[in-house]
């Protein structure tokens, strides 16, 4: 095993606890406003490319944790970067389609709607 690349401790409670804690909060807050947004057809670029954003996020992670595993560093170090990157890799790879879905469905109703409105 070659030198830890931080502290362990530190590192698992810091970014496995808080920086993990506020990347739950971002995307429970995304989660949010996609819920409030979508059905209405509004903040598409900005709904899609923060979840693009945020599955990138994930990705890295999850690159960087593999990476640690490779290397041998401790479980403090590893883990949060797999968790955090699994999770948000998936997540969001996931979730994306049915976002997209949704705003088609808003924007086939505003169509609908407007025909009805000429008819």
Same mark, same amino acid.
């Given at each position: 095993?070659?030198?830890?690349?931080?502290?362990?401790?530190?590192?698992? =409670?810091?970014?496995?606890?808080?920086?993990?804690? /506020?990347?739950? #909060?971002?995307?429970?807050? #995304?989660?949010? +406003? *996609?819920?409030?947004?979508?059905?209405?057809?509004?903040?598409?670029?900005?709904?899609?490319?923060?979840? *693009?954003?945020?599955?990138?996020?994930?990705?890295?992670?999850?690159?960087?944790? /593999?990476?640690?595993?490779?290397?041998?560093?401790?479980?403090?170090?590893?883990?949060?970067? /797999?968790?955090?990157?699994?999770?948000?890799? #998936? #997540?969001?790879? /996931?979730?994306?389609?049915? +976002?997209?879905?949704?705003?088609?469905?808003?924007?086939?109703?505003?169509?609908?709607?407007? =025909?009805?409105?000429?008819?």
């Amino acid at each position: 095993m070659m030198e830890p690349w931080l502290d362990p401790i530190r590192f698992g =409670t810091w970014y496995g606890g808080l920086g993990g804690g /506020l990347l739950g #909060l971002s995307g429970a807050v #995304l989660g949010a +406003v *996609t819920a409030a947004l979508a059905p209405k057809g509004k903040g598409r670029s900005f709904i899609l490319g923060a979840f *693009t954003f945020m599955k990138w996020v994930g990705l890295v992670n999850l690159v960087i944790g /593999l990476y640690a595993v490779y290397e041998r560093q401790p479980y403090g170090i590893w883990y949060p970067l /797999l968790l955090i990157g699994f999770l948000f890799a #998936l #997540l969001f790879s /996931l979730l994306r389609p049915i +976002v997209c879905k949704r705003y088609d469905e808003a924007e086939q109703h505003s169509i609908s709607a407007g =025909t009805l409105r000429r008819a």
